[in-house]
């Protein structure tokens, strides 16, 4: 075999693969760092560490740390938003009972890794653009809510929107304090939000 041939195809595995198994595997191990002790310890060095990867490879996909932080928040927001949309749409029903699913299936989400919401919502630690991808994020969410009132709400489209921004605002800051106390049931505390978000949104 030519060494082009074992460059592009090594083990079985291309080259496009094996880099995209690396990248991916950064991304986890930062994840992994950021969610457990904070976004301020992940470093190349030790992201490199963690994924079992020559150091040399982490530039191969990133810039810089920035950039892998960036990449491991974005990876959550996605993830995040697939579970509202996805339960949203599979819950059936009226408005109030594909909020209530989505809701219940984005607090099971956080529930099993709450490290997805430290990574969505706290430690900014300087990270340029971090605070642009969380407000990013809030503003999809937002956008969820606004797509499943539709013209259901008596309230003009903007004003739709900022209420929608107001009660996702509100239902994150629930959320993180429920993540620490436990002190309702994520079925319960996602009737509450649903409740709250209905009250301010429906009129």
Excluded: K
Excluded at 38 to 46: K, L
Excluded at 97 to 122: G, Y
Excluded at 148 to 167: C, I, M, Y
């Amino acid at each position: 075999m030519s060494r082009e041939g074992v460059v592009r195809d090594y083990g079985g595995v291309s080259a496009d693969d094996r880099r995209s198994d690396r990248r991916q595997r950064l991304i986890a191990a930062a994840r992994t760092i950021w969610g457990d002790t904070g976004v301020a310890e992940v470093t190349v060095r030790g992201t490199a560490r963690e994924a079992g990867l020559a150091y040399r490879y982490f530039y191969e996909h990133f810039a810089n740390r920035d950039a892998l932080v960036i990449a491991v928040a974005e990876q959550v927001r996605d993830e995040l938003v697939e579970v509202l949309v996805s339960a949203s749409a599979s819950a059936g029903g009226g408005i109030e009972q594909q909020l209530r699913a989505a809701l219940r299936a984005f607090l099971a989400a956080v529930s099993d890794d709450p490290r997805m919401f430290r990574i969505m919502t706290s430690d900014d630690a300087g990270v340029a653009g971090l605070d642009q991808r969380r407000r990013e994020t809030l503003d999809l969410v937002a956008e969820v809510v606004v797509a499943t009132l539709g013209a259901q709400s008596e309230l003009a489209e903007a004003d739709l929107r900022r209420t929608a921004r107001f009660a996702v605002g509100g239902v994150y800051r629930l959320v993180e304090t429920w993540l620490v106390e436990h002190d309702v049931g994520a079925d319960e505390l996602a009737d509450v939000c649903t409740r709250l978000a209905m009250s301010v949104t429906m009129r």
